[in-house]
């Protein structure tokens, strides 16, 4: 597991959206798996400045939502199938049907997820695999306790999820109780994983993460067991990290190159 701490919220933002850069760079077809919430705009907003600016073409990548709530219709204005659209398809001219988001509002959800999987299996996986935190340590919806080897499923809210996500709805008492989300072994599969996190409130859940034991306790743990994964943390976020001096960038080398990413092949 590679840490990468910089100073601010916006510095995350744009050295995240350097390293999915050099991969769409280097493979414009990439497959990219795609997180929703605050934590993650910021990577989205400059990919689409760097598309309106010409210096970035995202327009074929075939995106993978991580989750969605259960019983919102992918019009519904706090589902994540439109935060998506908002925020990733139209922003990086990315054509219809080519952002997936299981479809959570359907009855059969047991079909639903299986479907995800298979979708992304069709895709050939995903390539990178953008992640938030929630401040109970969840990735995707995977709550405490989720299985370590789980796939997409139906999965409950937790009460501190629903509160956290409060903000995007008329209190905690209207946000979806249940989830379609990607499991704890899906995510495992991606070729690589960057997972952003900003603010104080995320500490203790990166601290956990990265310093603590592998447990079911704290989801995002088991990215120690990736190997390729990268966190890209705020000051703040990873102040609850004992050994933080050992996790700095590498130095910039100097020619515009990302600390960890590859070149694109000549």
């Known amino acids: ?159 501190q999820t629903r509160t956290d996500n409060a903000r995007s709805f008329d209190g905690p008492d209207a946000v979806p109780t249940h989830c379609l989300t990607q499991g704890l072994g899906t995510i495992l599969e991606s070729r690589r994983v960057l997972l952003v996190a900003q603010g104080e409130r995320k500490a203790a859940a990166v601290a956990a993460a990265v310093e603590g034991p592998v447990a079911a306790r704290c989801p995002a743990s088991v990215l120690q067991f990736h190997p390729r994964a990268t966190l890209v943390l705020d000051e703040a976020a990873a102040s609850a990290l004992t050994l933080e001096n050992h996790h700095r960038p590498v130095p910039d080398r100097g020619d515009g190159a990302v600390p960890g990413v590859s070149a694109p092949a000549s």
């Open 1 to 159: 597991m590679d840490v990468v701490i910089v100073p601010t919220a916006a510095d995350v933002g744009t050295y995240a959206a350097d390293v999915v850069a050099a991969r769409i760079a280097q493979e414009p077809r990439t497959v990219l798996g795609v997180a929703t919430g605050s934590s993650p705009v910021g990577i989205y907003r400059e990919l689409a400045r760097r598309r309106a600016a010409g210096s970035l073409d995202p327009t074929h990548l075939t995106c993978f939502a991580l989750d969605e709530y259960v019983g919102l219709a992918p019009d519904h204005p706090r589902s994540y199938a439109a935060y998506l659209d908002q925020e990733v398809a139209r922003p990086l001219g990315l054509p219809s049907g080519r952002v997936w988001v299981p479809e959570a509002s359907r009855t059969d959800l047991e079909a639903a997820a299986e479907e995800h999987e298979q979708a992304i299996a069709a895709a050939g996986g995903i390539d990178l695999q953008i992640l938030g935190i929630g401040t109970n340590g969840h990735i995707g919806f995977n709550e405490p306790i989720s299985a370590l080897s789980s796939r997409t499923r139906v999965a409950a809210l937790s009460a």
